[in-house]
């Protein structure tokens, strides 16, 4: 699957910087993928994979640096240009995305009816090759709703695959699979690519498929990409003992933890100190109402003529009344 340096790059990504109203959501990301790898994305939940990877496919544009495809700037495209841009690559997206009222094989086909002039013994015969090459050409005339989850990935591959693109795109691939069936998707990504040569692009948090398929990998956290190298790089992180911790950056502790999947660590402290209860609640500064404290009593002095009861602060005189009894 490897390729040398010398390889076309079929996507470049220079200084991407991507806002939705005040919150930058991409900042500064730099990254190329050559044709033949597989570049593996990965990062947590809002960590910025997916919206990277609609720039990529060319559904969103940059507000400032530049998304090339095939040396093509995405964003200065006409709509038309793009079109055929997108006639180059295919995606399997996380939930297969198949038109239920379709049968698997007609999935396939809608691709190359829209977008050939391909006779139709010539577009059931490219359908079979498609079916055949994801091991599902059998299961040509059932429908979404009677395949497993599985089958329904590999025929949204087999879709993806009708025009022979030169990119791949996963979203989560192994997302909602067990295990086997989940290896069998690791299996067929890394066999497509030696196969056929294309690209792949997985975004995935699943790190057993991630090191498994990968050449490359990419680790994301808010917006920003931590470290970009090749997978055996990743591997020695991960598998960095406990007892040389300080030797490594905050980024790499943070890194480690992602992909060993600990519960303590950078990440956890992040996601536990980035905003107070209280701020959120209530809108206001947390230290402006405990004086810098985090935590605070709820108890106060009693006042002995305030109600003591729920109902004594509604009847007062109910109070009164058990006072004058005790």
């Given at each position: 699957?490897?390729?040398?340096?010398?390889?076309?790059?079929?996507?470049?990504?220079?200084?991407?910087?991507?806002?939705?109203?005040?919150?930058?959501?991409?900042?500064?990301?730099?990254?190329?993928?050559?044709a033949g790898e597989t570049m593996v994305i990965m990062g947590g939940s809002g960590c910025g994979k997916s919206t990277l990877l609609r720039h990529m496919v060319g559904s969103l544009h940059p507000d400032e640096g530049k998304v090339r495809l095939f040396g093509e700037v995405l964003a200065e495209l006409s709509e038309e240009d793009l079109d055929e841009i997108r006639k180059k690559f295919g995606i399997l997206f996380q939930s297969g995305a198949l038109f239920q009222s379709l049968s698997?094989?007609?999935?396939?086909?809608?691709?190359?009816?829209?977008?050939?002039?391909?006779?139709?013994?010539?577009?059931?015969?490219?359908v079979k090759i498609k079916l055949e090459l994801v091991d599902l050409r059998e299961a040509a005339h059932k429908f979404p709703a009677q395949i497993s989850g599985g089958m329904k990935k590999r025929a949204g591959l087999a879709r993806a695959l009708a025009l022979d693109p030169k990119i791949l795109f996963y979203d989560e691939p192994s997302a909602g699979l067990d295990p086997v069936t989940s290896a069998a998707i690791d299996r067929l990504i890394i066999d497509l690519t030696q196969k056929l040569g294309v690209a792949s692009v997985v975004v995935t948090h699943e790190m057993d498929s991630a090191f498994t398929i990968a050449d490359r990998m990419a680790m994301l956290n808010k917006g920003r990409v931590l470290m970009l190298d090749k997978r055996e790089a990743f591997e020695?992180?991960?598998?960095?003992?406990?007892?040389?911790?300080?030797?490594?950056?905050?980024?790499?502790?943070?890194?480690?933890?992602?992909?060993?999947?600990?519960?303590?660590?950078?990440?956890?402290?992040?996601?536990?100190?980035?905003?107070?209860?209280?701020?959120d609640l209530l809108?206001?500064?947390?230290?402006?109402?405990?004086?810098?404290?985090?935590?605070?009593?709820?108890?106060r002095v009693p006042n002995p003529d305030e109600p003591k009861s729920f109902l004594g602060k509604l009847l007062p005189h109910r109070d009164k009344q058990e006072q004058d009894k005790s």
């Open positions: 699957m490897s390729t040398d340096g010398q390889e076309e790059h079929v996507i470049e990504i220079e200084n991407l910087v991507k806002r939705f109203g005040d919150q930058t959501v991409l900042d500064g990301i730099n990254l190329h993928v050559k698997v094989g007609d999935n396939v086909a809608l691709i190359l009816e829209e977008h050939t002039d391909l006779d139709a013994a010539i577009i059931d015969f490219m020695e992180l991960r598998d960095w003992p406990e007892d040389r911790m300080s030797e490594l950056t905050e980024d790499q502790k943070l890194i480690r933890q992602f992909l060993r999947g600990d519960a303590e660590g950078p990440l956890t402290e992040e996601s536990t100190g980035e905003s107070s209860y209280a701020a809108g206001i500064d947390n230290s402006k109402l405990t004086g810098g404290r985090s935590i605070q009593t709820t108890r």
